[in-house]
């Protein structure tokens, strides 16, 4: 199954909330996607017989500067084919819905996104940090993003 078969299937069960394809080499192939419909897209994904996509290869997050972004890399054993999967949230109101009952690999890589870009997975398990101290300030890999000079008292020297 190609990207724009994907792209086509979902659009007719979706519709609006398929947003675009692109499909332009040397990236894989992405759909972007509305943000509040990623569960259940993603459940039909997995579990619709012409897509089969039963692996999460890497949920990731992005600081787009005017958002942040969500992406998804699956592949279908089955099916042997792959596609992107793209979110976008706004940085005030980072919520989006979890995939980790779906995949069971998200777990962790929900908990990074959540570490490092703040991005709140709504509905996940265990939503703490897991890179940084849970009593840590602010989100890492944010753009706008500034190191503190101090962590308990100690001087934090780069």
């Not at 942040?68 to 592949?75: A, G, I, K, N, T």
């Amino acid at each position: 199954m190609t990207a724009n078969d994907i792209f086509e299937k979902l659009k007719v069960e979706f519709g609006d909330a398929i947003i675009e394809l692109k499909d332009e080499a040397p990236s894989d192939p992405a759909i972007t996607v509305d943000a509040s419909k990623i569960f259940d897209i993603c459940h039909t994904l997995r579990d619709d017989n012409t897509f089969l996509f039963d692996y999460l290869s890497c949920l990731s997050g992005l600081d787009k500067k005017e958002e942040l972004q969500v992406v998804y890399h699956l592949y279908s054993m089955a099916h042997k084919h792959t596609i992107v999967i793209k979110a976008s949230v706004a940085k005030d109101n980072p919520h989006i819905p979890s995939v980790e009952r779906i995949w069971k690999a998200a777990d962790w890589h929900e908990r990074e996104a959540y570490d490092m870009l703040g991005i709140i997975f709504d509905g996940h398990h265990n939503l703490i940090r897991i890179l940084t101290p849970y009593d840590w300030e602010g989100f890492p890999l944010r753009k706008d993003y500034k190191e503190p000079e101090y962590y308990n008292g100690i001087k934090v020297s780069y």
